[in-house]
């Protein structure tokens, strides 16, 4: 027998908006709405869904499928090119809500995040009324829905979110989470991947039962540290504190092309727009960088990187053409390209540029 899972005071909430990128395209166009819609790339090409709309996943759709397999599955889908400045937008809309009511706010993603609502004495300390009001305020100041789940940590409010989806909140009580956890299948558990799994099935563990049973030192000895963690969260441990102030090590965009490219002026033009996309991204989070790297792929699907730092930070995106320019000749030419990529990193806030940009003045 293993040990009843210890009570804890602490209340995690994860917040997860339903269909983000598609529920705000049938937000802002009406005749969206309630068709099978997906957020993605060229169906006749090599795009990617982004997000499929509740109404096409009954067909199969999911996020990350190829946009090809999407309209095989269902002919009447709508496809959609992402517009990632609204979804930033809202996102921080939505944030601003979170922080309304704890500064202890995660963001995982733009769509999701995790908040620490320990102590709060609001909503009579209740974090499901928490989680509730959160939800309504979101409904009503952006008309799109959002599902939570409420726990006493990070794994099993991430767990939890997906229980009652979409518009619903679900709670896993210390009480609750012995008998939630033994029969979860390991595929639920997050951090488990289909890599993991597989290797998982193999030693005959298919549930959160299983799990439990499997030694630390077994689990440790297959997956190394790693091990110790898939023991820890098969006995409802999981210690990880919201991080309200997530430090970003990078910040990068890429793109896949429909056709492979040889041409010189026609992959610049390419990196220069990946380069325009991450450095906004980077402005927009109030962080400069010293580190750029220039990523190709070939279409053998064998990738290089190469890198640049610099002793002064990038002040724009522009001056860092020059990086990328000199980067790119560095990059051997045997194959077409279908992808490229540039990621800013060796990241810090943008309030430490102000002394570099005095010296310009």
Known sequence: ??????????????????????????????????????VGGDPSGRGVVAAASYEVRPFGVRSAMSCYEARKRCPEVIFVRPRFEVYRSVSADIRAIMRSLTPHVEPLSLDEAYLDVTGLPLHQGSATLMANWLRAQILEHTGLTASAGVSFNKMLAKIASDINKPNGTAIITPADADAFISTLPIERFHGIGKATAKRL??????????????????????????????????????????????QH??????????????????????????????????NNKQLIAYTITLKIKYADFTQITRSHTLANAFVTAESAHYWLDKLFLDIPRALPIRLVGVTYSSLTPATQLLPQLNLFE
Request: net charge neutral.
């Open 201 to 246: 099935h193999a030693m005959d563990i298919s549930t959160g039962a299983d799990l439990r049973r499997t030694p630390a030192a077994v689990l440790v000895q297959a997956f190394g540290k790693r091990g110790q963690f898939y023991h820890d969260i098969a006995h409802g441990r999981d210690e990880r504190p919201v991080k309200s102030e997530r």
């Open 1 to 38: 027998m293993t040990a009843p899972i210890k009570p804890t005071s602490r209340k995690i909430i994860h917040l997860d908006m339903d269909a983000f990128y598609a529920s705000v395209e049938q937000r802002n166009f009406p005749e969206l709405r309630g068709k099978p819609l997906v």
């Open 249 to 282: 090590k990078s910040v990068g965009s890429e793109t896949t092309f429909r056709d492979n490219l040889s041409v010189d002026d026609e992959l610049l033009a390419q990196i220069y727009e990946q380069n325009a996309d991450a450095f906004s991204q980077m």
